[in-house]
């Protein structure tokens, strides 16, 4: 992945808000990279923009060799898709479905026959293969959050974006978490951006990047 001269703009009340104020990154094939900064610094920004979540108002992105700007809809979707895990602090998941439904969607989406076979063995991967046809709501948040994990991981990304991705846990709940998306990542040789508030976690990754004002920081 490569950023240059990134920014975001959004209107205000009181005027333009710059939020990215002209990041430039490259993040190789298989790295893991931890972001931190104090809140407000445009750390998750920075994640949406790279998901194609959001649009930036400047700058470049160029995602599995592919320039985000200028694309559409329609084709960011495809991108994401085919090529991006996200994991964000609130689990995200369908209250109605099923897990091992919430973990089959994307594998669905995508038209892969194999889905519900896929489903089951991301679900068993992460310790819920007892819990198929359980619903979010008869789930701890520790489990859920497991759901999340393994429908983020049965596309087999290439990119993962995590935010915050224990900030809804305990810190015993939390731990076990992240053992799950490390253990996923090196078993697939999956590049992650890891936003969180704990130096312990960032330091997991091979490269910590800090964020403050919209700018990188080192």
């Known amino acids: 992945m490569q950023v240059r001269d990134l920014r975001l703009t959004v209107p205000s009340a009181a005027g333009p808000v710059n939020i990215l104020r ?7 094939a298989g790295e893991a990279v931890g972001v931190v900064g104090p809140s407000g610094s445009g750390k998750t920004s920075l994640l949406m923009v790279l ?26 979707a495809l991108l994401r898709r085919n090529t991006v895990g996200i994991v ?8 109605t479905m099923t897990a091992l439904e919430n973990v089959a969607i994307p594998l669905e989406i995508a038209g892969d026959r194999a889905a519900m076979a ?24 520790g489990e ?19 935010d915050e991705p224990t900030g809804n846990l305990d810190q015993a709940t939390g ?16 590049t992650l951006m890891l936003i969180t508030h704990d130096p312990a976690l960032a330091a997991r990754c091979g490269r910590i990047l ?5 700018r990188v920081m080192g």
Do not use: C, N, W, Y
């Open 118 to 141: 896929k489903a089951k063995a991301s679900l068993e991967a992460v310790g819920l293969g007892h819990r198929l046809t359980h619903l979010p709501g008869q789930l701890s948040g």
């Open 175 to 190: 731990a076990i978490i992240m053992d799950l998306l490390f253990d996923l990542r090196a078993r697939d040789g999956t």
């Open 144 to 162: 859920q959050q497991r759901v999340a994990l393994a429908r983020a991981f049965a596309p087999r990304p290439r990119l993962l974006l995590a």
């Open 22 to 28: 002209g990041i430039d990154l490259d993040i190789s």
């Open 88 to 95: 964000f602090q609130s689990f995200h998941l369908i209250p």
């Open 51 to 76: 998901a194609g979540l959001e649009h930036a108002t400047g700058g470049s992105v160029r995602l599995a060799g592919q320039e985000l700007a200028g694309q559409d809809e329609d084709q960011l």
């Open 210 to 214: 800090r964020i403050g004002d919209g």
